[in-house]
Nanobody, 126 residues
Framework: EVQLVESGGGLVQAGGSLRLSCAVF????????ISWFRQVPGKGREEIIC???????YGADSGQGRFTISRDSAKNTGYLQMSSLKAEDTAVYYC????????????????????WGQGTQITVAS
């Protein structure tokens, strides 16, 4: 059974930083694309950034240079490092895994991913 488990969310002051973790079970993180999404109430899931299995990063501009994606093969875990957080970054954040990163012009890009975590809430206080 494949499981993705996010952690690291919480309350942070505007301007602060957080690192989210996505522990992966049942598949090897090096062999899959790992992506991070976020969702606010009433809106669809927004893809933030994706790291392909060959190490390329897609969608970095979505975070305006504030978000960095990485993975640790030994821990089979993906990460999202966020800095200079703003109130509008408040959302539930999800990690996802798929064979490839969704094409950057793909609408409803969440359809490109097969496995999802349960989500972790980030609240940025202004």
């Amino acid at each position: 059974e494949v499981q993705l488990v996010e952690s690291g969310g919480g309350l942070v002051q505007a301007g602060g930083s957080l690192r989210l973790s996505c522990a992966v079970f049942g598949i090897t993180v090096d062999e899959y694309a790992i992506s991070w999404f976020r969702q606010v109430p009433g809106k669809g899931r927004e893809e933030i950034i994706c790291l392909s299995s060959n190490g390329r990063t897609y969608g970095a501009d979505s975070g305006q240079g504030r978000f960095t994606i990485s993975r640790d093969s030994a821990k089979n875990t993906g990460y999202l490092q966020m800095s200079s957080l703003k109130a509008e970054d408040t959302a539930v954040y999800y990690c996802a895994a798929g064979w490839v990163c969704a094409p950057e012009d793909m609408s409803e890009s969440y359809r490109a991913y097969d496995y999802w975590g349960q989500g972790t809430q980030i609240t940025v206080a202004s």
